[in-house]
């Protein structure tokens, strides 16, 4: 078994900051790739911003220059700061991981709970 904690999220005013931060425990050989998708009310869910093993890192257009996702020094941690906050960036956040399980090295994805960041106006 793979758990997946989410914390960090919370009311912030627009132009603000916060940090988000994924932690993974359990039966964890090696994980790929670590990524934050987000879901607004009635609207699907998006990639927000993923990083790979190697440290490569892509966003969406709308977090490019704003988020930056980043892994944490056990490498079983993911943060994502989000700064220079809007309104649209409210949502859920969700973190996403391609996980390679300890005793099978199989390909398992797992997500967080979830946390939501609503951004005041």
């Known amino acids: 078994q793979v758990q997946v904690v989410e914390s960090g999220g919370g009311l912030v005013q627009t132009g603000g900051s916060l940090r988000l931060s994924c932690a993974a425990s359990?039966?964890?050989?090696?994980?790929?790739?670590m990524a934050w998708y987000r879901q607004a009310p009635g609207k699907r869910r998006e990639l927000v911003a993923l990083i790979y093993s190697d440290g490569t890192t892509n966003y969406a257009d709308s977090a490019k220059g704003r988020f930056s996702i980043s892994r944490g020094n056990a490498n079983n941690t993911v943060y994502l700061q989000l700064n220079s906050l809007k309104p649209e960036d409210t949502a859920v956040y969700y973190c996403h991981l391609v996980v390679i399980h300890l005793h099978t090295h199989t390909s398992v994805d797992v997500w967080g709970q979830g946390t939501l960041v609503p951004v005041s106006s």
């Open positions: 359990g039966s964890i050989f090696s994980i790929n790739t």
